[in-house]
């Protein structure tokens, strides 16, 4: 397994649509595990291939409390079957938009199908923090970020936030 680095907005391959996966084969599960790795290690709870530079519809997930035996997720070409009419507000944040976090709202209540890491299809239904994660990494793989759910005049004041930080770290970087 090894890590992979996190894109971070802004950048244009954060808004590209990622393609399915014809089947999960050992190179999909290999990316499946250093995903894992990658979120485990940054910390987070969720990644979306395309933030590691991976246009494929491929997600790892997991909510389980800090305490808490691990719940990882891994599934390719997620699909939301059905959500709910209800909605829910969550605080949302992304390891590509580090920093930064803002209230979302999303269907409370889900139900997804997937390809797991054995190519078998699944079903999952989700509610409260995991479909409020799920929901936020399938926008992942249609190019959407969480700050496109949040109004234009907040969400350029964060990218340009972010641009500057990325400018001086480029410029830390060559004179260093
Ligand atoms: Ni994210």
């Known amino acids: 397994m090894a890590l992979m680095p996190i894109l971070t907005a802004p950048d244009p391959r954060l808004k590209k649509k990622a393609r399915p996966v014809e089947a999960v084969d050992s190179k999909v599960r290999r990316l499946m595990d250093d995903m894992l790795e990658t979120m485990y290690d940054a910390p987070g709870i969720g990644l979306a291939a395309p933030q590691v530079g991976v246009l494929k519809r491929v997600i790892v997930v ?55 890491r054995d190519n078998r299809i699944g079903t999952l239904e989700a509610n409260g923090i995991l479909a409020t994660c799920i929901q936020h990494e399938i926008d992942h793989l249609n190019g959407i970020l969480f700050i496109d759910h949040i109004s234009a005049l907040k969400r350029n004041m964060i990218l340009r936030k972010l641009l500057k930080e990325k400018k001086l770290a480029q410029k830390e970087a060559a004179t260093a």
Request: net charge negative; aromatic share 6%; glycine share 2%.
């Open 62 to 116: 997991d909510v389980a409390e800090k305490e808490a035996a691990p719940e990882p997720l891994q599934l390719a070409n997620p699909e939301l079957v059905w959500v709910s009419d209800h909605d829910n507000t969550h605080e949302e944040g992304c390891l590509s938009v580090p920093e930064h976090y803002a209230d979302v709202i999303r269907p409370d209540e889900i139900r997804l199908r997937y390809l797991d």
